[in-house]
């Protein structure tokens, strides 16, 4: 059964640092492009950062260029997301998965599968 856990997350002030952690059981992440979402109630899902490990390629949303850094060990079957210079405008609750189709970079959450049951990023002062 392919199954997403996610540990990580918490609590920093703006320009702090977290960083998300996403471990794939049933599943091996490098055979499939992962992403990183981030939803805030009342909004759709955001896809914020991507990696196909096993081509070795990265994206990431306007949002995040130059602040977040995703990456994956493969021999851990982990994919994490390093967050950097935090915002306010960061918090929500972020999750991963793992793209069930071709389509993975533009970041459509019913292009995926196996969601990480989610955990809480919160900037604030």
């Known amino acids: 059964q392919e199954q997403t856990v996610q540990s990580g997350g918490g609590s920093v002030q703006p320009g702090g640092s977290l960083r998300l952690s996403c471990t794939a059981t049933?599943?091996?992440?490098?055979?499939?492009?992962m992403a990183w979402f981030r939803q805030t109630p009342g909004k759709e899902r955001e896809g914020v950062a991507f990696?196909?490990?096993?081509?070795?390629?990265?994206h990431y949303a306007d949002s995040v260029k130059g602040r977040f850094t995703v990456s994956a060990d493969n021999g851990e079957n982990t994919i994490y997301l390093q967050m950097n210079s935090l915002k306010i405008e960061d918090t929500a609750m972020y999750y991963c998965?793992?793209?069930?189709?071709?389509?993975?970079?533009?970041?459509?959450?019913?292009?995926?599968?196996?969601w990480g049951q989610g955990t809480q990023v919160t900037v604030s002062s």
């Open positions: 998965a793992p793209s069930a189709r071709g389509r993975c970079f533009d970041g459509v959450p019913a292009d995926f599968t196996a």
């Open positions: 049933g599943y091996i992440v490098s055979s499939y492009c």
């Open positions: 990696i196909y490990s096993g081509a070795g390629v990265t």
